[in-house]
């Protein structure tokens, strides 16, 4: 391969990378920078001194104040595009510092800015300028400027697609642009802009940035003195280009025809794929810059002759060369260049070259070289940076939300209330009008329906609002300081949608506030967001994790579907959430669905609607920077904002409860006590006391402000149960025994991560036994002891699943012989025994409060005797629904249970419950035996707006017979 094809090929080498990176369509590029607005003289002038295409490279910069002095008709700018130059709009910000505490004013200058985007010709280049009203002169602070550039630059690209921004001239300051760089400003420029320095500045500069700060960022010199005469122009802007700069403007207060001609001959001739080829320059004048055109390798020279030049004699090193111009950018006709081809090269005479020259050179085709076509092709597909995805994702919503003033819609949120593993719910929907507007987002109840059952109440009551404290910054947007980092995993497909997927997480580990964990799936076309998932970080209280899902759908502003389009509104009508808490010891899951319909974008009525809406008696909640607040109204009837809520509620609760293990039904009646902040100090305290039953639990959810939970409970029972034997197929009465249990534990609990918990408990169980009518003489009554038991519990929870698995270590304080004469039950060595458990279940929720619950489970353990094994009660952690507790039990069981509720008008809920477990007791007689039970639980308002809760079950295989019920009301007394 011959000299000039290796030529060829290194220069078309370059072009990927240049181009991927060439914000500007020519080289070497210049502009003028006006002092005085005055874009229509140019408007004016170019088509006098030039035939230009509309949108050249021949750049007009003027400064643009946002304070709505400006007067910038869009048929001004239109105008000066079609004369030949492309507009370069200096925004003046006059925003005093610090931005955060002046964020209306900011506002109204982005506002400004945007709507003059907005009307701005294609290719208009945006500068953000900042001269803080008060202000001291000098460099502006870099997390002022840098939260400025951003905002500015969505703002911008909001409103024209595809927006160009670049920086105020900055000082040629290494360590200066380090700091703004360190704000994370690169995805949100096109260009970087300096001010005229010291050489050996301006090349420190430069380095720092296109090798370490930004590689590939086009970065501009503003703004030269324009030069005299006016022919240096070309030869100060060839200069600045081979020192990197990729355009520079120069300064003047008007353009004069003398000024607008070899600026205009720059746009015509060295518009394209142009790089400096100095390898190309020719020898024999004092300075030259030769620039190669990538499409067909032809030459652009700059010479810059000594001053009274009669002629200039080039030699250029290449003899393929052809065909030689001279451009004029004078009045009059110039001599055209003479020359000779010789063995090495191609020699030129230019007469009466003037100050500066410009020439024009084509390279010999494949035919007259070699006649030999050959085609070099190079292509490659550039993955765009995730920070880029994130800018146009910013632009889209800033555009939205600058079309989008106020909305209301129809918000129904289900809270659905479940063990750590389970299939028992309890729901809670709350529905009612919707107000989203700049001045707060509030939300009436109109509705309650628990478990599916409409609340019939006038009023609905106050319930505690728990809720985890808001994130100190939200993922994809600007913020002063850098407090998430973003990471572009790759792409898939959400509905008929491509995206791209992006990860976010704090920035640091030690980052202070909430922060948010997730992904975020962006539309590849829009870049609108498609959904979001996100868990929060450092959470407070009981409160031990939160994850929330939300899909955005395309509607019109009536609510309507729509297409995929900037046109649409893309708002998430649909969130799932999922929280733990820690709620007295407990781990309990809130899985929170809010959907909104009968959406209205910028209704005309909305102000009036939202009026009337506060003028009735719905409970209203308002979304403050601390989470949701009740919003109450005070003696004038406006509705204000009540800072915190009862942490305490008194239920009367009463009821009745059967099963064969009892004598009789136990009557329930009583007061149940919760307090989420009992007195002030943190703890939460739950007493249920109903006569003969006794409950009391009392935690801390964040023991010495860790993420530890501690606390303890106490259950005690005055009345005894009867304890029967039931051993191959038959009921032993004569073994029948009572017991009286109460307890006292201490429990200490961990999240792992932000759907596991991990918990230990220590327990005391105190058991009193007593024989019965039906005991026989000679039978011995079990000793009355201490039960001393560590329990290890680990749970995970997410998306409806539920995992759990538990096991104990159990010592008895007494274990005396007990039964009847040769009971081989009875053992020393089991006076301590194990216990396990594992558990798992799902919970499907479908559209009109129906649920569909499905579960497994399987219980084992060593050295178990009649009373340390599994029952299968209603007490019993293995329930069969129908089997009285005491009855049958199991060393070992498997057991499965499907559940499916649905509701009845509104007025009705029911469960039907199948339970079924197969049960291993070689004591008894029990080998892989079926229990099966089926059962129906109920749920309906009662007088006196009281909850009533029924549960009915009867066993339908196995050695049980009979039924148990359970029935409680419970009234909020407040």
């Known amino acids: 391969m011959d000299r000039f094809r290796l030529s060829v090929l290194l220069v078309l080498s370059l072009f990927p990378t240049s181009l991927a990176a060439a914000t500007f369509p020519c080289k070497p590029c210049a502009g003028v920078r006006l002092d005085a607005p005055s874009p229509q003289d140019v408007t004016a002038l170019l088509p006098k001194v030039s035939k230009l295409e509309p949108g050249s490279p021949l750049y007009t910069a003027w400064d643009v104040p946002l304070d709505g002095t400006a007067s910038l008709p869009s048929e001004d700018l239109q105008a000066l595009r079609q004369a030949g130059a492309t507009p370069w709009l200096s925004l003046v910000f006059r925003t005093p510092a610090p931005l955060a505490q002046n964020v209306a004013r900011l506002q109204e200058e982005l506002r400004v800015a945007a709507d003059l985007a907005g009307r701005a010709p294609a290719g208009s280049w945006f500068q953000v300028i900042w001269r803080p009203e008060g202000g001291e002169a000098g460099e502006p602070a870099a997390s002022e400027y840098g939260f400025l550039i951003k905002r500015a630059a969505v703002t911008l690209t909001g409103a024209r697609e595809n927006a160009q921004v670049a920086t105020q001239p900055l000082a040629a300051d290494v360590a200066a642009l380090e700091a703004l760089y360190s704000e994370e400003i690169a995805a949100y420029l ?35 003195p324009f030069p005299a005469p006016a022919a240096e122009v070309l030869a100060d802007a060839a200069r600045s280009a081979t020192r990197g700069f990729d355009l520079t403007l120069f300064r003047t207060a008007t353009l004069t025809p003398e000024a607008a001609r070899p600026l205009a001959l720059l746009a015509l001739e060295f518009a394209g794929d142009l790089s400096w080829d100095p390898g190309s320059s020719p020898t024999g004048a004092p300075e030259s810059w030769a620039f190669v055109r990538g499409k067909d390798l032809a030459l652009r020279v700059i010479l810059r002759a000594p001053e009274g030049a009669g002629a200039l004699d080039l030699s250029f090193p290449d003899p393929g060369l052809r065909r030689p111009t001279r451009f004029p950018f004078e009045p009059g006709r110039v001599t055209p260049p003479s020359g000779r081809i010789t063995a090495t090269g191609l020699d030129l005479r230019v007469e009466a070259p003037g100050r500066v020259a410009v020439l024009g050179l084509e390279r010999a085709t494949a035919e007259e070289r070699e006649g030999i076509a050959e085609q070099v092709e190079v292509a490659s597909e550039r993955e765009m940076p995730v920070e880029e995805i994130l800018r146009r994702l910013q632009a889209f919503e800033d555009a939205q939300d600058r079309k989008l003033e106020h909305y209301s819609a129809t918000n129904t949120t289900h809270l659905r209330f479940q063990p750590a593993a389970g299939t028992q719910t309890f729901e809670a929907t709350l529905q009612g009008p919707f107000y989203v507007s700049d001045a707060g987002t509030d939300w009436a109840w109109q509705s309650l329906f628990v478990n599916g059952v409409r609340w019939r109440g006038k009023t609905l009551p106050e319930i505690p609002l728990i809720q985890p404290e808001k994130a100190a910054a939200v993922p994809l947007q600007i913020h002063f300081s850098k407090q998430y980092r973003y990471r572009l995993r790759g792409t898939d497909r959400i509905g008929e949608r491509d995206a791209w997927v992006v990860d976010f997480a704090p920035a640091g580990p030690g980052g202070e506030g909430k922060l948010y964990q997730g992904t975020v799936w962006v539309d590849r076309r829009l870049y609108a967001r498609l959904r979001t998932r996100a868990v929060q970080t450092g959470l407070e209280g009981e409160v031990l994790s939160n994850e929330e899902t939300m899909e955005y759908t395309p509607i019109d502003a009536m609510g309507l579907s729509a297409p995929w389009s900037a046109e649409s509104f893309i708002l998430p009508l649909r969130m799932v959430a999922q929280q733990i808490l820690s709620v007295v010891n407990a781990t309990t899951v809130v899985e929170r669905e809010t959907l909104l319909t009968d959406v209205r974008i910028n209704g005309a009525t909305f102000e009036e609607e939202r009026t009337k809406t ?50 009789y039904p136990l009557p329930l009646g009583g007061v149940n006590y919760f307090s989420f902040d009992f007195k002030g100090t943190g703890q939460q305290l739950n007493v249920f006391f109903a006569g003969a039953l006794l409950t009391v639990n009392a935690a801390q959810p964040r023991l010495f402000g860790s993420k530890f939970d501690f606390g303890g409970d106490a259950f005690a029972i005055a009345i005894p149960f009867a304890d029967t034997l039931y051993a191959n197929d038959e009921e032993a009465e004569e073994q029948e025994v009572e017991q009286r249990p109460a307890s006292v534990g201490l429990k200490l609990g961990h999240p792992l991560g932000n759907f596991t918990k991990l918990s230990l408990e220590y327990d005391v169980l105190s058991l009193t036994y007593g024989d019965t009518d039906n005991t026989a003489d000679n039978f011995v009554i079990p000793s009355d002891n201490l039960t001393h038991s560590v329990e290890l519990d680990a749970s995970f929870s997410r998306a409806g699943y539920g995992l759990r698995a538990r096991g104990s270590y159990s010592r008895r304080s007494e274990w005396d012989f007990w039964g009847l004469p040769g009971n081989p039950d009875w053992s020393e060595d089991k006076q301590d025994f194990l216990r396990w458990d594992l558990r798992a279940s799902k919970n499907w929720y479908l559209p009109r409060f129906q649920k569909v619950g499905f579960e497994l489970d399987y219980a084992g353990g060593s050295d178990l005797d009649r009373f340390s094994k599994y029952q299968f009660g209603f007490f019993g952690g293995t329930r069969v629904h129908g089997y009285q507790s005491n009855r049958v039990r199991a060393e070992e069981a498997f057991a499965a249970h499907l559940t499916y509720g649905f509701e009845i008008g509104e007025v009705l809920r029911l469960d039907a419950v199948a339970d079924a477990a197969w049960a291993t007791d070689e004591a008894t007689g029990l080998d892989r035996e079926l229990l099966g039970g089926v059962g129906l639980g109920g749920t309906f308002i009662g007088p006196w707006q009281t909850v009533v809760n029924l549960d009915v079950g009867v066993p339908v295989a196995g050695p049980d017979d009979g039924f148990v019920l359970y029935v409680v009301f419970l009234k909020l007394f407040k």
Do not use: C, I, N
Request: glycine share 8%; charged share 30%; hydrophobic share 45%.
């Open 614 to 663: 506060a003028a009735s008696e719905a409970t209203m909640v308002r979304d403050t920077d601390k989470g949701l607040r009740y919003l109450v109204k005070d003696e004038t009837g406006e509705r204000v904002v009540k800072e915190g809520f009862d942490t305490s509620k008194l239920f009367l609760a009463g009821g009745v409860f059967y099963d064969d293990a009892l004598d």
């Open 190 to 224: 096109e260009a970087l802009v300096l001010r005229p320095a010291p050489e050996a500045e301006l090349a420190a500069a430069l380095e720092a940035v296109q090798q370490r700060l930004d590689p590939g960022r086009a970065v501009v010199l503003d703004a030269l």
